[in-house]
């Protein structure tokens, strides 16, 4: 298969040719890096956040948008399909990189992480990536200078005029689209840290509403991660049974039953404080390929309606 980062970059040109259309300022900084804006500066769009989630993936999801309703509510939803999660989801997708350079901070995802590829799920999946370009999607609330671009850099061992570095708000709708397509993300590497082969999850979907956007960052992840918890949906179709899947659904309705903000709060914003379980899905079906078929975890609308205010 091509590099993740060269698919990524094909994705990244199409952001540029099209950023009027898709509400995105692409911003040079002084060593040719290239800054593009999906929702800090500019609120974000539905299609910025869909895009920017085809970027995170390098390409190798469907992700698209469908009506659907949450407590009586039409809301919009998120779907994603892939056919190759190890890659896509957990060696692309996934947010790995927490960034803290100078007074920065963001969670970066996207292929740029596979030319590190020092996180554990990349021993796992068997993976490295080797490109000329180093594409890397940023979850904060400012956009990036110089020093953050030279560091990606220096990590991914490519020239800054090659680093991309797409950038959106938690408390933005690129921020919430893109949160919402991360359902299937979140099963597969779930599973993966139960002790699951990664490369033995054949295909997945996921859908989750968008949650609306919220007026701090604080607010916004703790939303979006209710959509997820409390809403995310997913299907996997997998090649080996397993005595772990039931694990994989999110614990959050049983920890908490409330919206997260509550939870988060009380644990003063430190995620370690916060059961690990929670991050998930709230339920899954997973296809063992010519075996059973096992449902885990349900919806709960009536939680999904006191976060979004419905």
Avoid at 50 to 61: D, H, M, P, S, Y
Avoid at 88 to 112: D, I, N, T
Avoid at 197 to 202: A, F, G, Q
Avoid at 279 to 300: K, S
């Amino acid at each position: 298969m091509e590099s993740l980062n060269r698919m990524a970059t094909e994705l990244v040109d199409e952001a540029i040719d099209f950023a009027d259309e898709l509400t995105i300022a692409v911003h040079a900084l002084e060593g040719d890096a290239a800054v593009l804006d999906f929702g800090v500066d500019v609120p974000g769009a539905v299609e910025a956040g869909l895009l920017a989630t085809e970027i995170q993936t390098a390409g190798l999801a469907t992700v698209q948008t469908k009506l659907s309703s949450v407590a009586g509510a039409p809301l919009t939803h998120v779907e994603l399909s892939t056919d190759h999660p190890a890659l896509g989801l957990l060696c692309s997708q996934k947010g790995g990189w927490e960034l803290s350079v100078g007074g920065f901070e963001g969670l970066g995802s996207g292929p740029a992480r596979a030319l590190v590829a020092e996180e554990e799920i990349y021993s796992r999946v068997g993976y490295h990536d080797a490109a000329d370009f180093a594409v890397l999607t940023i979850e904060a609330d400012e956009l990036p200078e110089q020093d953050v671009a030279g560091h990606v850099a220096e990590r991914t061992g490519v020239p800054e005029t090659a680093v991309f570095l797409p950038v959106y708000a938690t408390a933005s709708v690129t921020g919430s689209v893109v949160a919402a397509a991360r359902a299937a993300e979140l099963a597969a590497f779930r599973l993966s840290e139960l002790g699951y082969d990664p490369v033995s999850i054949l295909s997945a979907t996921g859908s989750a509403p968008v949650a609306p956007v919220a007026d701090s960052e604080e607010a916004a992840m703790a939303r979006t991660t209710d959509a997820l918890a409390y809403g995310g949906q997913v299907h996997l179709t997998v090649e080996e049974e397993f005595d772990r899947f039931d694990e994989v659904v999110s614990v959050a309705a049983e920890e908490y039953g409330t919206p997260l903000v509550e939870a988060f709060d009380d644990a003063d914003w430190d995620f370690s404080e916060v059961p690990v379980e929670v991050f998930a899905p709230a339920q899954v079906t997973v296809d063992v390929l010519g075996g059973e078929t096992h449902v885990f975890g349900d919806t709960h609308e009536d939680v999904l309606a006191e976060s979004f205010g419905l």
